[in-house]
T-cell receptor
Framework: GENVEQHPSTLSVQEGDSAVIKCTYS??????FPWYKQELGKRPQLIID?????GEKKDQRIAVTLNKTAKHFSLHITETQPEDSAVYFC????????????FGSGTRLSIRP | DTGVSQNPRHKITKRGQNVTFRCDPI?????LYWYRQTLGQGPEFLTY????????KSRLLSDRFSAERPKGSFSTLEIQRTEQGDSAMYLC?????????????FGPGTRLTVL
């Protein structure tokens, strides 16, 4: 089955700087990679996703890159703001039937003022 | 509120008791998922429904856990003979049907505490 590794587990950056979170996956057939943000006490919410037919996707200050050869994908947040403080989870498909996704263990991002 | 809803939001029970949680997905979504999340971890897949059919169940799920979605709308998750290790946040999510993967929308979760 799929195995998703995420690092770092915690990340602290100065407000305005960039943050990068990296994930690796094991199943070379995986073709969908979502990122979820979970604020304290709140539900996880999708912030961006990428499918395997593209190598990069951007949405304002957030971007995700995918390297299928190396089986890793990364989340990039530029010009970080206090409201970016949260736990971020990467995920990858658990199988090919368009059902479950497997989440990484999360990165707690803290933005220092 | 047209999002995913879950009830109750909190449940405290004694070890050995049975508990049941309910999830109401977004109305037009026919895929429904249950996850368990413990502190400091990502959501862990438990089971998945497409309409009323339970298509997959995690091998990690003991036979004390059962889920239903009788009419393809709301779902229930029952835990029998609860154990302290069952204490966690139980999340429900739903997604639209269609080819490939679609965004999963999560509910607020039910926090279970087993004393």
């Amino acid at each position: 089955g799929e195995n998703v590794e995420q690092h770092p587990s915690t990340l602290s950056v100065q407000e305005g700087d960039s943050a990068v979170i990296k994930c690796t996956y094991s199943d070379s057939a995986s073709n969908y990679f979502p990122w979820y943000k979970q604020e304290l006490g709140k539900r996880p919410q999708l912030i961006i996703d990428i499918r395997s037919n593209v190598g990069e996707k951007k949405d304002q200050r957030i971007a995700v890159t995918l390297n299928k050869t190396a089986k890793h994908f990364s989340l990039h947040i530029t010009e970080t703001q206090p409201e970016d403080s949260a736990v971020y989870f990467c995920a990858a498909p658990g199988d090919s039937s368009a059902s479950k996704i497997i989440f990484g263990s999360g990165t707690r991002l803290s933005i220092r003022p | 509120d047209t999002g995913v809803s879950q009830n109750p939001r909190h449940k405290i029970t004694k070890r050995g008791q049975n508990v049941t949680f309910r999830c109401d997905p977004i109305s037009e979504h026919n895929r429904l998922y249950w996850y368990r999340q413990t502190l400091g971890q990502g959501p862990e897949f438990l089971t998945y429904f497409q309409n009323e059919a339970q298509l997959e169940k995690s091998r990690l799920l003991s036979d004390r856990f059962s889920a239903e979605r009788p009419k393809g709308s709301f779902s229930t998750l029952e835990i029998q003979r609860t154990e302290q290790g069952d204490s966690a946040m139980y999340l429900c999510a739903s997604s639209a049907n269609g080819a490939g993967y679609n965004e999963q929308f999560f509910g607020p979760g039910t926090r279970l505490t087993v004393l």
